[in-house]
T-cell receptor, first 113, second 112 residues
Framework: DQQVKQNSPSLSVQEGRISILNCDYT??????FLWYKKYPAEGPTFLIS?????DKNEDGRFTVFLNKSAKHLSLHIVPSQPGDSAVYFC????????????FGKGTHLIIQP | SQTIHQWPATLVQPVGSPLSLECTVE??????LYWYRQAAGRGLQLLFY??????ISSEVPQNLSASRPQDRQFILSSKKLLLSDSGFYLC???????????FGSGTRLTVV
């Protein structure tokens, strides 16, 4: 049973436009959510997180939105840049995730010139 | 500043051979340590986590084991590798309460 789902394996966006990556979860106990970015053959790097007490968190070009009633979160990247091409993982946890994060399968974002 | 080291970067091992991957963290004390695996077409799967020396929790039944002989050292092992053990293995650390992981650079393991 996959508790964190990223239903789009890949997404292609034109440079300068907005990239929207989606993530759904099924476990209503999750209260902390993160997005990671991963290049091939490298470890994931942390992008942005959001607590369930918020519905939006912004950091530069990256904004994460959380809709608790729909059990849905999304990552917006504006404007999209070539260096944003990577695999993006959504992750969730109960509390801070001291006993581990639950990851989605990832979405491969391709920024086209 | 804290850093995490993971080695080797790539490894090709025959079926039935043993495995030892090592991860060390610098610049912090008593971190939570994790081993994740990314198999082809799948997300990051938590394999083991440790909240202290000698304390290992396993998330999934498998052919692998983990040990934490020192506070900042985490080792992933197998006595006999299977083809299905191939994947990209990632070590990570967090502070005690979590709220943010830092991943190592990963080990690409190919079992042939």
């Amino acid at each position: 049973d996959q508790q964190v789902k990223q239903n789009s394996p890949s997404l292609s966006v034109q440079e300068g436009r907005i990239s929207i990556l989606n993530c759904d979860y099924t476990n209503s106990m999750f209260d902390y959510f993160l997005w990671y970015k991963k290049y091939p053959a490298e470890g994931p790097t942390f992008l942005i997180s959001i607590s369930s007490i918020k519905d939006k968190n912004e950091d530069g070009r990256f904004t994460v939105f959380l809709n608790k009633s729909a059990k849905h979160l999304s990552l917006h990247i504006v404007p999209s840049q070539p260096g944003d091409s990577a695999v993006y993982f959504c992750a969730a946890s109960v509390g801070g995730g001291a006993d581990g994060l639950t990851f989605g399968k990832g979405t491969h974002l391709i920024i086209q010139p | 500043s804290q850093t995490i080291h993971q080695w080797p970067a790539t490894l090709v091992q025959p079926v039935g051979s043993p495995l030892s991957l090592e991860c060390t963290v610098e610049g912090t004390s008593n971190p939570n340590l994790y081993w994740y695996r990314q198999a082809a077409g799948r997300g990051l799967q938590l394999l083991f986590y440790s909240v202290g020396i000698g304390q290992i929790s396993s998330e999934v039944p498998q052919n692998l084991s983990a040990s934490r002989p020192q506070d900042r050292q985490f080792i992933l092992s197998s006595k006999k590798l299977l083809l299905s053990d191939s994947g990209f293995y990632l070590c990570a650390w967090s502070v005690a309460r979590g709220y943010g992981y830092t991943f190592g650079s990963g080990t690409r393991l190919t079992v042939v």
